[in-house]
């Protein structure tokens, strides 16, 4: 098996991380751009294999989508194939196979699409069959589950005959995945309303429009969760902007408690290390992506917590609430799960000479689990698996010792 040893313990000097594109924006951009009449001039799309996997099947149109692990890239195209009357196949990994999408095949069953399970219903591999009429423009769609699907659907909306008034119900999730959406939609020319959970969007046509994506917060959390455990350093994050359209850039307030004073220069955010105040609980509902980093910053630092917001975590790349638990289990922290979906981060007590995190396919358990470094050697298992989001992720660890 391939592993990584990672060599820093304490702390390092002042570092630049470049950082990577965001892959939610560019799997985005991406499906507006393969809807809209005209050339868009897209630039700084992610290295991510979500994003260059979205840009290869839209280049090559292949009868059969094979999305690999990319959940974005199976829901957006998903909902693409089906709207815009393609045949398509759209299958991916085992694990991908196992993650729910039959809310989103409902909803464009109700619009008028065809799709068919090819093997368990209400989960992929599945086939679009075509698309003859609408059927209605008023859907109503659950937001407790994935927000891919209500996004999937909205890109697509402004090309329907008669546009889109979905209506959300329950609770719902990742909605700043959903604002990033509608924002992203209106930078190319679309206008929407979202009013009390109903979201109209009136047919319409895609401007052609000139879009840099920015650098991801999602992948600028692990180095704010490496400052905060680490004895010394300074950071500076480049590409990253203070108006985001990302959710993840909550990080900063999270981390400021953690430790982590950040401020905004031209080209970026730089990150000192301060004293902490302490994070008695966190709701990651509307971004769950940095539960992981989170959860193991609090162990790290010796800070009891709790957790609420986490129930999506069991149906991501893995089911990330076990695998943080045996993960945890290593440095003797915990994630116990109490009544009402509060868990309690219960910090690290002996931490081994030598830690060995098995990453259960899963990029933010190999990414999460690198500020361990900072207190003991860290074996991480099958290093590779940050491909999905960040390939360059080791390469920039590696910044932090030259
Ligand atoms: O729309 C997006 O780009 C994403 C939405 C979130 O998923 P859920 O809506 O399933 O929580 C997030 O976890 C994922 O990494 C990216
Ligand atoms: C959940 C994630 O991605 P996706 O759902 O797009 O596979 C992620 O990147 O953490």
Same mark, same amino acid.
């Given at each position: 098996?391939?592993?990584?040893?990672?060599?820093?313990?304490?702390?390092?000097?002042?570092?630049?991380?470049?950082?990577?594109?965001?892959?939610?924006?560019?799997?985005?951009?991406?499906?507006?751009?393969?809807?809209?009449?005209?050339?868009?001039?897209?630039?700084?799309?992610?290295?991510?294999?979500?994003?260059?996997?979205?840009?290869?099947?839209?280049?090559?149109?292949?009868?059969?989508?094979?999305?690999?692990?990319?959940?974005?890239?199976?829901?957006?195209?998903?909902?693409?194939?089906?709207?815009?009357?393609?045949?398509?196949?759209?299958?991916?990994?085992?694990?991908?196979?196992?993650?729910?999408?039959?809310?989103?095949?409902?909803?464009?069953?109700?619009?008028?699409?065809?799709?068919?399970?090819?093997?368990?219903?209400?989960?992929? +591999? #599945?086939?679009?069959? @075509?698309?003859?009429?609408? $059927? *209605?423009? =008023? !859907?109503?769609? /659950?937001?407790?589950?994935?927000?891919?699907?209500?996004?999937?659907?909205?890109?697509?909306? +402004? #090309?329907?005959?008669? @546009?889109?008034?979905?209506? $959300? *119900?329950? =609770? !719902?999730?990742? /909605?700043?995945?959903?604002?990033?959406?509608?924002?992203?939609?209106?930078?190319?020319?679309?206008?929407?309303?979202?009013?009390?959970?109903?979201?109209?969007?009136?047919?319409?046509?895609?401007?052609?429009?000139?879009?840099?994506?920015?650098?991801?917060?999602?992948?600028?959390?692990?180095?704010?969760?490496?400052?905060?455990?680490?004895?010394?350093?300074?950071?500076?994050?480049?590409?990253?902007?203070?108006?985001?359209?990302?959710?993840?850039?909550?990080?900063?307030?999270?981390?400021?408690?953690?430790?982590?004073?950040?401020?905004?220069?031209?080209?970026?955010?730089?990150?000192?290390?301060?004293?902490?105040?302490?994070?008695?609980?966190?709701?990651?509902?509307?971004?769950?992506?940095?539960?992981?980093?989170?959860?193991?910053?609090?162990?790290?630092?010796?800070?009891?917590?709790?957790?609420?917001?986490?129930?999506?975590?069991?149906?991501?790349?893995?089911?990330?609430?076990?695998?943080?638990?045996?993960?945890?289990?290593?440095?003797?922290?915990?994630?116990?799960?109490?009544?009402?979906?509060?868990?309690?981060?219960?910090?690290?007590?002996?931490?081994?000479?030598?830690?060995?995190?098995?990453?259960?396919?899963?990029?933010?358990?190999?990414?999460?689990?690198?500020?361990?470094?900072?207190?003991?050697?860290?074996?991480?298992?099958?290093?590779?698996?940050?491909?999905?989001?960040?390939?360059?992720?080791?390469?920039?660890?590696?910044?932090?010792?030259?």
């Amino acid at each position: 098996m391939k592993t990584i040893e990672l060599p820093l313990k304490g702390g390092f000097g002042k570092v630049t991380i470049p950082l990577p594109s965001s892959k939610s924006e560019s799997n985005r951009v991406l499906i507006i751009d393969a809807l809209t009449k005209g050339e868009n001039k897209l630039s700084n799309l992610a290295e991510a294999r979500d994003t260059q996997t979205m840009i290869r099947l839209l280049r090559e149109d292949p009868d059969t989508y094979d999305v690999l692990d990319a959940g974005t890239t199976m829901r957006f195209l998903t909902a693409y194939a089906a709207l815009t009357g393609k045949t398509k196949i759209l299958t991916g990994t085992p694990r991908m196979c196992e993650r729910p999408i039959g809310i989103l095949v409902d909803a464009l069953r109700a619009i008028g699409a065809e799709v068919a399970y090819l093997k368990n219903e209400g989960f992929p +591999p #599945l086939q679009t069959r @075509g698309f003859d009429r609408q $059927l *209605t423009h =008023k !859907v109503k769609i /659950r937001g407790d589950v994935s927000s891919q699907y209500i996004s999937a659907l909205l890109m697509n909306a +402004p #090309l329907l005959p008669q @546009g889109l008034n979905l209506e $959300l *119900t329950g =609770k !719902v999730g990742s /909605r700043t995945y959903i604002e990033m959406t509608l924002e992203l939609m209106k930078t190319f020319g679309i206008h929407y309303e979202f009013e009390e959970n109903v979201i109209k969007i009136a047919p319409q046509e895609y401007i052609p429009t000139e879009f840099a994506v920015e650098s991801d917060w999602s992948g600028a959390s692990y180095w704010f969760s490496l400052l905060a455990c680490a004895g010394t350093g300074e950071l500076f994050l480049k590409g990253l902007k203070a108006n985001s359209l990302q959710g993840d850039s909550k990080i900063v307030e999270i981390m400021d408690k953690l430790g982590v004073d950040s401020s905004f220069e031209n080209d970026g955010i730089r990150l000192r290390k301060k004293a902490v105040s302490g994070l008695e609980g966190f709701d990651f509902t509307h971004c769950p992506d940095l539960a992981q980093t989170v959860a193991v910053t609090c162990a790290l630092l010796g800070q009891s917590s709790e957790f609420t917001g986490l129930e999506s975590l069991r149906i991501k790349e893995t089911d990330r609430i076990y695998a943080l638990q045996q993960e945890l289990a290593k440095i003797g922290a915990k994630l116990e799960e109490g009544e009402n979906g509060v868990f309690r981060l219960i910090p690290a007590a002996a931490i081994p000479e030598k830690v060995r995190i098995h990453t259960y396919d899963d990029h933010r358990m190999a990414m999460a689990f690198m500020p361990l470094m900072t207190r003991t050697t860290v074996v991480i298992e099958e290093p590779e698996v940050v491909n999905k989001s960040y390939p360059s992720f080791w390469k920039h660890c590696g910044l932090l010792s030259t």
